[in-house]
């Protein structure tokens, strides 16, 4: 592995550009979840959308077995040998795109070298899926380097499955699904357990949405993620005992909840369970709401989802927090939440598309004065996912 400090001015944003005509050039989107949260690992729907916010590759082949990594925003380089890339696993920069490529390679497919030169544009712990964005571009752009096709669900399930043994984050397929199978003008109504999927029409007339960045970073190896799936699992073990066919906390019906809501013997374990059930019936709610143009409804069931993921789940933080209540009391605001992990990262606003300005305004004065730093605001178009461009 190698770092150079040296300044790597010649591959800034300009470079992927002028080199198109050498290399391959791809992109993957973030994403942003207008509703379902944390229950992609529950076995529950989802109902995320790819955003105009991209990760860029450029990538070219070498002979040998060394992949070089090359990002326009910093100022060192990751070199690695595709020998033994279980060396690089706690790499603080790199180990997302080679936990891919190493997925590539134990299912048998015949790989050399390649140098990666990443452009991106997710900002990086902001909730938004910065890290799938990665890992589904690199993999798309190596198997097409090297001429294997590859399903778009496939490539999400290998990203999946390569954080999970790679990176050590029991992800849910939620990120990478989007980043891969994004539609434009579309969100996805996911259901987690069988991978059944809908493109789901987001009309929302003169209406616009706003993703709020608190800018506080968290990472989610070491944030609370993997601690509320183990609650998770420990209330579904107790649900269990009175529904053994149920397989997942979001399998159940909320009077099946209720109805054994006393067998779970951890009261936060019980939160958690009654998060994911409640939840799961949102996202179906609220489906049905955009299907019948009911925006109002729609956004009545984000703000109950962010009620739940504050007191139940007990994700949220005094950041996001500020932001979505101080949301709540704008006049021309619908709806707001905070959208993926939780404890920092983003919200996600339906905001009336003439009042976006003055809303930005509001909330940026307000969170200032009570965090002591600065939100940052993106007005998101919904995109399409993994391509070569």
């Not at 066919?245 to 009654?274: G, H, M, T, V």
Request: net charge positive; charged share 25%.
């Amino acid at each position: 592995m190698t770092y150079d400090t040296r300044r790597l001015n010649r591959f800034n944003a300009q470079c992927i550009w002028k080199f198109r005509r050498k290399n391959k050039i791809f992109q993957a989107p973030g994403r942003v979840n207008l509703i379902g949260e944390h229950i992609d690992y529950n076995g529950g729907y989802v109902f995320p959308a790819a955003i105009d916010k991209v990760s860029t590759v450029a990538v070219r082949r070498r002979q040998d077995s060394i992949i070089k990594l090359y990002a326009t925003d910093l100022q060192y380089i990751v070199e690695a040998d595709l020998n033994n890339l279980d060396q690089y696993k706690n790499l603080k920069w790199g180990n997302y795109q080679l936990g891919v490529i190493d997925q590539i390679i134990k299912k048998g497919m015949k790989i050399k070298g390649a140098e990666f030169i990443f452009d991106d544009k997710v900002p990086l712990g902001s909730g938004l899926s910065s890290s799938a964005a990665i890992e589904v571009v690199t993999a798309y752009a190596i198997l097409q380097l090297y001429g294997y096709k590859m399903d778009k669900l496939d490539v999400a399930l290998l990203c999946q499955k390569a954080e999970h043994e790679y990176v050590g984050v029991k992800c849910g397929i939620m990120d990478q699904f989007a980043s891969a199978m994004g539609l434009k003008d579309n969100a996805m109504l996911l259901d987690c357990n069988s991978l059944q999927y809908e493109y789901i029409p987001i009309k929302l007339d003169n209406y616009s949405i706003i993703i709020s960045n608190t800018n506080k970073k968290r990472s989610l190896g070491s944030s609370m993620y993997n601690k509320r799936r183990s609650e998770c699992e420990r209330a579904l073990a107790d649900m269990q005992k009175k529904f053994p066919e149920k397989k997942y906390l979001c399998d159940f019906s909320y009077k099946e909840f209720i109805s054994c809501a006393d067998d779970i013997k951890d009261a936060d374990c019980k939160n958690r369970a009654e998060h994911a059930v409640c939840e799961n019936l949102r996202v179906l709610d609220s489906v049905k709401a955009l299907r019948k143009n009911d925006i109002s409804s729609f956004c009545k069931y984000l703000n109950l989802s962010h009620i739940s993921l504050r007191d139940l789940y007990e994700v949220s933080c005094k950041e996001l927090d500020v932001l979505v209540e101080n949301a709540w009391m704008q006049k021309d605001v619908l709806g707001s939440r905070m959208t993926g992990a939780g404890f920092g990262g983003c919200t996600v606003s339906i905001v009336k598309s003439e009042s976006v300005k003055e809303f930005i305004e509001d909330i940026s004065k307000v969170y200032l004065e009570i965090i002591g730093h600065s939100a940052s605001f993106y007005i998101c178009n919904i995109s399409d996912g993994v391509k070569e461009i």
